[in-house]
T-cell receptor, first 115, second 109 residues
Framework: GAGVSQSPSNKVTEKGKDVELRCDPI?????LYWYRQSLGQGLEFLIY????????KSGLPSDRFSAERTGGSVSTLTIQRTQQEDSAVYLC?????????????FGNGTRLTVT | GDSVTQMEGPVTLSEEAFLTINCTYT??????LFWYVQYPGEGLQLLLK?????DKGSNKGFEATYRKETTSFHLEKGSVQVSDSAVYFC????????FGKGTRLHILP
């Protein structure tokens, strides 16, 4: 079946512009995560959506970052007034919640470059 | 808060060498532990997991044992292959899933 789909795969934007990154999780996966992968920083947790519960936003680095998940499916990560340090690969992952330790399924990421 | 610390890379070994990648964790509860792998040009995927103390996860010749007393989950393989070259991430799940910074492994033929 289809995996986690992210778009765009690459995004180049000018400093100060807003960007939106999209994630389509695997159908039926109620848990959705956003991570940021940058050189030397590994995989940094950003935000976690779990079913109908309030999202865990504890990893968002500043108030320029926000994320939504509409209808329990598609999620959008928005970065306002982008800065050069926002350049990274943004990864989305989803998992089933009916099986406690079901694995995360990752998308291929969006590579964001802020010039 | 919860955290994962793993050895910095890159790690370079010859084929058939023994591999250890160290991973230690800090958690308030009793987390499940994971190793994920990212092969060149591919997305992250689960390699193995362990859900409670003394559990051993294994897959593709890799093993890791959940050691509560040392809060560790070191990844081992007895004889590595060139195809094992990848970035390896240790992770824990208490509530959300937290990853270490990753260890890049290069295997030389």
């Amino acid at each position: 079946g289809a995996g986690v789909s992210q778009s765009p795969s690459n995004k180049v934007t000018e400093k100060g512009k807003d960007v939106e990154l999209r994630c389509d999780p695997i159908s039926g996966h109620t848990a959705l995560y956003w991570y940021r992968q940058s050189l030397g920083q590994g995989l940094e947790f950003l935000i976690y959506f779990q079913g109908n519960s309030a999202p865990d936003k504890s990893g968002l680095p500043s108030d320029r970052f926000s994320a939504e998940r509409t209808g329990g499916s598609v999620s959008t990560l928005t970065i306002q007034r982008t800065q050069q340090e926002d350049s990274a690969v943004y990864l989305c992952a989803s998992r089933r919640e009916d099986f406690y330790n079901s694995p995360l399924h990752f998308g291929n990421g969006t590579r964001l470059t802020v010039t | 808060g919860d955290s994962v610390t793993q050895m910095e890379g890159p790690v370079t070994l010859s084929e058939e060498a023994f591999l250890t990648i160290n991973c230690t964790y800090t958690a308030t509860g009793y987390p499940s532990l994971f190793w994920y792998v990212q092969y060149p040009g591919e997305g992250l995927q689960l390699l193995l997991k362990a859900t409670k103390a003394d559990d051993k996860g294994s897959n593709k010749g890799f093993e890791a044992t959940y050691r509560k007393e040392t809060t560790s989950f070191h990844l081992e393989k007895g004889s590595v292959q060139v195809s094992d070259s990848a970035v390896y991430f240790c992770a824990l799940r208490d509530d959300k899933i937290i990853f270490g910074k990753g260890t890049r492994l290069h295997i030389l033929p």
